[in-house]
């Protein structure tokens, strides 16, 4: 019975469904689809607060908490450094439909200190379960040692993000 119920936790904290969908030296586009048990609302609701599920490891001051997305044209999803005033911005809103979808521009973390630049479509659709959102992550550039290279890195990492939002969305209440 205990490994029945290690193999299920298991399978339900594997990743999101994950795709390098293509890659160059010049750039690439990764995909991230998760399903869940919420409605669209709530899945959207549960992606615009980014600082309570993006991991604290993907920042730069090392605490989730300090992170905002503002879901308006032209709000951002920042990162502000307590200590000393600072922050960061890691991506600009450009187009919001509430509840359906989201696309902002920016590079994310290490691509910040390379020529490049990206496109990040964010889409919830309803399903017979609840909810499906699709992340599509284009970067283009010159990427110190090729965008090839950093596309399945990049692809991880969105990978666990998606996996953290699906746990904080299911936990939270459902309407």
């Known amino acids: 019975m205990k490994a029945w119920v290690a193999l299920a936790s298991l399978m339900a904290a594997s990743a999101a ?3 390098v969908v293509s890659a160059s030296s010049n750039g690439f586009e990764v995909r991230q689809t998760v ?3 919420v409605k669209p609302e709530v899945a959207f609701a549960a992606f615009s607060n980014v600082s309570g599920w993006w991991d604290a490891e993907h920042t730069y001051s090392g ?3 300090n992170l905002s997305l503002d879901l308006r044209p032209g709000g951002c999803f ?3 450094f307590p200590e000393g005033g600072g922050g960061v911005e890691h991506m600009r809103v450009v187009y919001v439909e509430p509840g359906k979808r989201v696309v902002l521009t ?8 390379e020529a490049t630049t990206g ?3 964010v889409q919830v659709k309803s399903t017979a379960a ?3 959102l ?3 992550y284009r970067a283009a550039g010159f990427a110190n040692g090729g965008a090839d290279k950093l596309a399945p890195l990049v692809d991880g990492v969105l990978a666990g993000q998606m996996k953290r939002l699906r746990a904080f969305a299911t936990a939270r209440p459902r309407t």
Do not use: I, K
């Open 63 to 65: 605490d989730s908490s």
């Open 130 to 132: 609840g909810s499906q």
């Open 17 to 19: 469904p994950a795709e």
């Open 78 to 80: 920042c990162e502000r």
């Open 106 to 113: 920016g590079a994310l973390g290490p691509l910040l200190y």
């Open 134 to 136: 699709t992340l599509n």
């Open 35 to 37: 399903s869940l048990v």
């Open 119 to 121: 496109v990040m479509d």
